[in-house]
């Protein structure tokens, strides 16, 4: 399937919808200090960048494809291949003004991570993943609230793109865990989740149509090697007005 947006940078204009145009990046890159995907140093709040699993070898992905089963949001899942566009996000603080731009992302820092091609935020809840808890990806109902809540709490957790414009409730918020003071771009960070404290984890199960191939990704309660991610290609904001440099735009 053809996602919008297709592979090799940034999409076009027609196929944006939220934060960055094609000519506001253009601005961003020509009136910012920027570092490239391939420098050192820490990664900061308003970046954009595509974020790998070290251990499965892929990045971090959505697209306006919903889930057949569970919440019916937005899926998220992990890709192979490092040149496709809708694997872009970007770096927010929990609220307007607590992550400014420009500086660095502490360790320990609660951030948003906003899809860059259709607005939505990296969101987990209740709802169990739809592969490794063994449910079929179809075309049926999800449970209403109350039958939810009778549910006892998964052991995988479905991950989703949840919210409008950036904007979208108190499970879009994760905190940075690391090692140092910062989250920096050459280091293997986890993800953990505020609401439901679960990480972002990927799975060794595959999807089928229509997003063959890709990868399930999931929240787990258990830190372990298959929930750590590294920062890869992307815009880097930094807080001075250096000359500026880009990568993959």
Same mark, same amino acid.
């Given at each position: 399937?053809?996602?919008?947006?297709?592979?090799?940078?940034?999409?076009?204009?027609? %196929?944006? %919808?939220?934060?960055?145009?094609?000519?506001? *990046?253009?601005?961003?890159?020509?009136?910012?200090?920027?570092?490239?995907?391939? @420098? @050192?140093?820490?990664?900061?709040?308003?970046?954009?960048?595509?974020?790998?699993?070290?251990?499965?070898n892929v990045r971090l992905h959505?697209? @306006?494809?919903?889930?057949?089963?569970?919440?019916?949001?937005?899926?998220?899942?992990?890709?192979?291949?490092?040149?496709?566009?809708?694997?872009?996000?970007?770096?927010?603080?929990?609220?307007?003004?607590?992550?400014?731009?420009?500086?660095?992302?502490?360790?320990?820092?609660?951030?948003?991570?906003?899809?860059?091609?259709?607005?939505?935020?990296?969101?987990?809840?209740?709802?169990?993943?739809? *592969?490794?808890?063994?449910?079929?990806?179809?075309?049926?109902?999800?449970?209403?609230?109350?039958?939810?809540?009778?549910?006892?709490?998964?052991?995988?957790?479905?991950?989703?793109?949840?919210?409008?414009?950036? @904007?979208?409730?108190? *499970?879009?918020?994760?905190?940075?865990?690391?090692?140092?003071?910062?989250?920096?771009?050459?280091?293997?960070?986890?993800?953990?989740?505020?609401?439901?404290?679960?990480?972002?984890?990927?799975?060794?199960?595959?999807?089928?149509?229509?997003?063959r191939g890709q990868r399930e990704?999931?929240?787990?309660?258990?830190?372990?090697?298959?929930?750590?991610?590294?920062?890869?290609?992307?815009?880097?904001?930094?807080?001075?007005?250096?000359?500026?440099?880009?990568?993959? *735009?």
């Amino acid at each position: 399937m053809r996602r919008p947006g297709g592979r090799g940078g940034f999409p076009p204009l027609a %196929s944006r %919808s939220w934060p960055l145009s094609p000519l506001s *990046l253009l601005l961003l890159v020509c009136g910012s200090g920027l570092a490239t995907g391939g @420098e @050192e140093g820490a990664v900061t709040c308003g970046s954009v960048l595509k974020l790998l699993n070290t251990r499965h070898n892929v990045r971090l992905h959505s697209h @306006e494809v919903k889930y057949g089963s569970g919440s019916g949001q937005q899926s998220v899942t992990g890709v192979e291949v490092s040149d496709d566009a809708n694997s872009y996000w970007r770096i927010r603080g929990k609220t307007d003004g607590s992550c400014q731009r420009g500086m660095p992302v502490k360790c320990g820092q609660t951030v948003r991570l906003t899809h860059v091609n259709t607005g939505k935020n990296l969101h987990t809840h209740h709802f169990p993943s739809p *592969l490794s808890n063994n449910q079929v990806s179809g075309s049926f109902s999800p449970p209403d609230v109350a039958e939810l809540q009778l549910q006892s709490t998964p052991a995988s957790m479905e991950v989703s793109a949840f919210g409008d414009d950036g @904007e979208g409730d108190d *499970l879009d918020v994760w905190t940075v865990q690391c090692s140092g003071t910062y989250w920096e771009r050459d280091d293997a960070v986890r993800f953990k989740h505020i609401g439901t404290d679960v990480f972002l984890t990927v799975t060794g199960e595959q999807y089928g149509h229509p997003i063959r191939g890709q990868r399930e990704v999931h929240g787990i309660h258990s830190p372990n090697h298959h929930n750590y991610w590294k920062a890869m290609e992307g815009v880097f904001i930094k807080p001075s007005l250096d000359s500026t440099k880009h990568d993959e *735009l």
